[in-house]
């Protein structure tokens, strides 16, 4: 039976795009004897000359994707003087896309990974805010970020979107006169809470489009503007009692809203530190 063959796949950071590669190479071949091992988190020269003398020992091949110049010009130093043979996946890309685009790269190991993080922390976030969403469950409220309150049609849920694409948990809930409030929203820190309140008249013209969009006819207590009055009136009181920032929406487009929201937050997490 021949020996296994070894393919050393080496890395300064996880070393997974470089073993995606050797194991989609492998697959284009018959051949059932050949073994990946995987060296992550490369560092320096020591260890790059520890993996050359042991892939000639075992008459190994080696495949890379070191992104320090110093390393890789001593991984090729070291494999040609072992006579070992190498492929240095992203060394002839860097080199061509500097020359293309007349920059230098980062050179900093682990970048995909960090991005992959953030990306999975955003789709976190979209998905904690559509199921947290206009107070369907109290629960959220002590997971969250950033909790937003206010009346109906202050933007709260485009707000906990846009928020969310920001990689912010937000959860909302709407501020209803006759309805009592969740006993959960009294255990969330006011750091984190967010009330938001509106112009009455603005608000009045906001939900008359919506009640035209929605295809209803007439006037509804719903855009009364005593009516509106009466539940501003009510949501203030509980932000009030909340003591939570209070920001006015009026004529606010949602990115400015957002952007003053995270200016907020950033300055609660230097404020609060470990309990945030």
Known sequence: MNEPKMIYVVS????????????????????????????????????????????????????HTLVSEELRAEFERAATEKQVK???????????????????????????????????????????????????NP?????????????????????????????????NLPLVPELPLPKEIFEVPPYKLIGLIIDPFKLNSIRTERIKALGFNGSANYTDISRIEEELLYAKSVMRHLHCAVLDVSNKAIEETASRI??????NKQIYGERY
Do not use: W
């Open 86 to 136: 190498y492929v240095d996946l992203l060394g002839p890309m860097l080199d061509m896309l500097s020359q293309v685009t007349q920059t230098k790269p980062r050179m900093k190991p682990g970048i995909i990974h960090k991005l992959d993080q953030e990306y999975f922390k955003k789709v976190g976030a979209i998905e904690f805010a559509v199921k947290y969403d206009d107070g369907k």
């Open 139 to 171: 629960v959220g409220f002590k997971q969250a970020d950033i909790v937003l309150i206010g009346v109906s049609r202050t933007s709260k849920t485009p707000l906990s979107m846009y928020l969310a694409h920001k990689a912010y948990k937000v959860a």
């Open 262 to 267: 995270m200016e907020i937050m950033e300055r």
């Open 12 to 63: 300064d950071s996880l070393g997974e795009t470089a073993e995606s590669v050797a194991k989609a190479t492998i697959s284009q071949f018959d051949e059932s004897h050949l073994d990946i091992i995987r060296v992550p988190f490369v560092r320096h020269v020591e260890q790059i000359q520890n993996i050359v003398n042991e892939a000639a020992t075992n008459n190994g091949v080696v495949c």
